[in-house]
Structure formats: structure tokens, C-alpha cells
């Protein structure tokens, strides 16, 4: 597994002190969070418990950093880091960093570089979250630009933040803003812009996927747009809301788009939209941006839920959906839903076939990583497979820029799991090579 990382920090100092400070490896050491360095074996060669940072990545393991080439002419730290965790993966990384003059005499730049090889595999990462949008498609129904970051007419700021945040490929979705649309406008709209993603994708084929977009609101049609756009225009996957104009995706009324999806096996991800029934009553307002902050996990947490006690991942057991956001509060609560089964078994059903928790590790349902922590994504991972788990960004939205990092300091995986993690699952799911 190698993951490639390049950064650029302005810094405050002349390039002169820079150097020097950045030569002072203990010192360079002691800068990363989670670095010790224990023993000086001579000027190049120390011991340590090693966490090396650069930008949002970083990877910890216990062992030897060897300063591999010193050069003042150039300004050059050329260090690599060796070692194992514990849970027996050996990891290494190569760091070069140089130092750059800046805009001015008092300022430079520390320009990083690195590679995270664990156990010499090569890996792709592959983000399953990140958004884009198409204003020629938005523009019929008049929906205005939620971030400046959506567009895709310049993607070099875009694959900058990919290659800063170890990302190889996106697979890009846009959140449904189309479901109140009328049957012609919704054809044209889906039309015009699975088309235009067709060209995001051709103009940066090593860079970009996409999911396919459909219009739900309309079951028949939706089922003839993802089968148009897997056999005609070559996607694997297509997105879908939480919900549908307030109605439930596990309403009968979308058997039709769920059995095409089976049919043609896609990966089909689910992105919530909110629980905009909740917001009138004003129980989502106030600090703290309630309306995402909890809304969206919510919307996915009640999805989710009616997708199983409805029965319909029974019905359609070869459907693959990948929830966004480690899929909201189900994973960290779902043996409720087993207990409300033996609990109030006079008030539930009719029943699905398996146990809830049992749904979340069979193979039907995948979950992104984007729960922050790595005890969360340990978590997460526990309540569900390490086989289900796929990198999510969320890009350009802020929420973190730091997955690769997460999926490397997970404690308790082995080094398949992590690359199956880092884009093995995903590229099996949506036929990347
Ligand atoms: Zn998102």
C-alpha cells in the first residue's frame, strides 16, 4: 500500500531560519503531533516512537528515522521512517521536505512530500463522498449554487485537495435537488447532467468516477435513466436522497428503481437531504447547525431503518446501497433495533428475515468513513465488517480532509483491511482499475 502526499505551508520566517529549524531533526520531530524521539544512535540515525505528519496524513509506528540526504544548497530534508505497529503491519514512510524562498525576504515556504508505503502493496484510493454539481442542469429548475467548490470547470484547486489528502479517485455524486420536479423537466434535467458528468469524468478519467443521477420522484422513469446510464454511458453506481419529496425509499412505490438497480449491480449511494419535516417546528434551529449537524445523520438513520424492517433489502437481496456518513446513528445503536424485536415483539412488524444488526455486516450495505475518530471508525467497523467501509470526504464541504490518515490509525486492522479501506472494495463495487 503507498499513499503519495504533497503540501505547501507558508511560513512566517525567512528561508534561512526555516532551514535551520527544519534541520534540527529532534526538533522537526518534536513539531509532530504524537512524535518522540528516544535515542540519538549519531547525526543521522535516531529511535523513536514516530508519528510522521505532513499536512492531514500521517502514519505511527514505532522505529527508525533515518536522515537520508541533508542539503543546504537546495534547502532539502530527506528523512524515512521504518518500523511496525502492533498490530504486526510494517509501514515506512519517505519524507521530503524543502524549504522555498516566499512572496518576500521575511517569509518562505515549507513544501512537504511523501509516501506511506505499508508492507510494499500499491493501493488507489478511492473517495466515495465527494460532491459536484452541473449549473446547466440546476439552471432548469433555478436551484442556485450551494459552494463555489461544486463546480468542476477548473479542477485544479479540486485535484490539489485530492493529492493533499492522499486521494487517487473521486466518485462523484450530486445531492438530489430535483425531486419536486415535473416528469419532462426531471427527464431533461437527469439527462443533461449525467451526460455532463459522463465529460467530468472523460476529461480526468484516472481521477474521476460517478455515481449517475436519477429522478426517484418519477419510480419507472428512474429505472430507465440508471439503465440508460450503466449500458449506454458506462456508470457503475448512481446516487440517491435519504428520502424522496417526504416520502420513504422503502415505499413500495420505488420497487421498480430498486429492482433495476439489483439487476444491473450498481452501487447505488445514498446521501441524506435533511429531515425537513423536523425544521418548522423549530427543534433543529438555534446553534449548532442542527439542520446537517444531526438532520442529515438522522434522515440516513430513518432511511436506513424502514430499508430494513420493510423488508425491502429482503426483496432485493442483491442490492448494494453505501450510506453516507459512517451511516449516521445506526451503526452506534443498532442492537436497539434487535431489542425492540424481543422487547415489543406485540407491537413490531410485520418482521424483516435476519436480526437488524444483522443487515449491517451481509454484504447489502456499505458505509463511508466519515465519523472522525479512530475509535469511531474501530467502532463502526466492529458493528459492521471491515469489507463495508469505503473513504468518504465529503469534498468540498470542510468536514475533514484527513480519511487516509483515519483508516491508518484505526487500531485492531490488518493490512488487507485497510487497503480494502482505502479503495479495494470501492474499486471492485464501481469497476475501477
Ligand atoms: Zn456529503
Request: overall charge negative.
Amino acid at each position: 500500500m503507498e499513499v503519495k502526499l504533497d503540501k505547501r505551508y507558508p511560513l512566517d520566517v525567512d528561508s534561512a531560519r526555516a532551514w535551520k529549524l527544519l534541520t534540527d531533526v529532534p526538533a522537526t520531530a518534536g513539531c509532530m503531533p504524537g512524535a518522540a524521539i528516544t535515542e540519538k544512535l549519531d547525526d543521522t540515525h535516531y529511535k523513536g516512537s514516530v508519528k510522521v505528519k505532513v499536512g492531514p496524513a500521517s502514519a505511527a509506528f514505532a522505529g527508525d528515522i533515518e536522515v537520508l540526504a541533508l542539503d543546504a544548497t537546495t534547502r532539502t530534508l530527506q528523512l524515512l521512517g521504518k518500523g511496525a505497529d502492533r498490530g504486526g503491519s510494517s509501514a515506512s514512510m519517505n519524507l521530503t521536505a524543502t524549504i522555498e524562498s516566499g512572496g518576500d525576504a521575511a517569509s518562505s515556504v515549507l513544501v512537504g512530500h511523501a509516501e506511506v508505503v505499508v508492507n510494499g502493496k500499491r493501493v488507489k484510493t478511492i473517495d466515495v463522498h465527494a460532491h459536484c454539481c452541473v449549473p446547466k442542469a440546476m439552471a432548469l429548475v433555478k436551484h442556485p449554487l450551494e459552494a463555489p467548490g461544486l463546480l468542476m470547470d477548473d479542477t485544479s484547486v479540486r485535484i490539489a485537495a485530492m493529492d493533499a489528502q492522499g486521494i487517487d479517485v473521486e466518485a462523484l455524486s450530486i445531492n438530489p435537488y430535483w425531486y419536486r420536479a415535473e416528469r419532462d423537466v426531471a427527464a431533461e434535467l437527469i439527462e443533461v447532467q449525467n451526460e455532463t458528468l459522463v465529460e467530468f469524468c472523460a476529461a480526468n478519467p484516472d481521477r474521476f468516477v460517478a455515481f449517475a443521477t436519477a429522478a426517484l420522484q418519477h419510480p419507472e422513469l428512474a429505472a430507465e435513466q440508471v439503465e440508460h446510464a450503466v449500458k449506454k454511458l458506462g456508470f457503475r453506481g448512481v446516487g440517491v436522497g435519504g428520502s424522496v419529496a417526504g416520502e420513504e425509499l422503502a415505499n413500495p412505490r420505488f420497487h421498480p428503481f430498486w429492482a433495476k438497480c439489483e439487476e444491473l449491480g450498481v452501487l447505488v449511494f445514498m446521501h441524506p437531504l435533511g429531515t425537513r419535516e423536523l425544521e418548522p417546528s423549530g427543534r433543529l434551529g438555534g446553534s449548532g447547525l442542527l439542520t446537517n449537524t444531526i438532520g442529515n445523520p438522522l434522515e440516513t438513520t430513518i432511511a436506513l431503518s424502514h430499508l430494513i424492517f420493510e423488508g425491502t433489502l429482503d426483496r432485493f437481496p442483491g442490492l448494494k446501497i453505501c450510506a453516507a456518513h459512517g451511516g449516521g446513528f445506526l451503526p452506534s445503536y443498532a442492537n436497539r433495533s434487535d431489542a425492540v424485536i424481543r422487547c415489543f415483539p406485540d407491537r413490531v412488524g410485520p418482521l424483516p428475515k435476519k436480526n437488524p444488526t444483522a443487515y449491517l455486516k451481509d454484504g447489502q450495505l456499505f458505509f463511508d468513513t466519515i465519523v472522525f475518530t479512530p475509535e469511531a471508525l474501530r467502532h463502526l467497523i466492529a458493528e459492521t465488517g471491515p469489507g463495508q467501509i469505503m473513504i468518504g470526504t465529503d469534498y468540498p464541504f470542510p468536514w475533514t480532509s484527513t480519511e487516509v490518515d483515519l483508516v491508518l490509525s484505526t487500531p485492531g486492522l490488518s493490512d488487507e483491511q485497510r487497503v480494502a479501506i482505502l479503495g479495494g472494495t470501492a474499486a471492485k463495487l464501481l469497476g475501477i482499475k
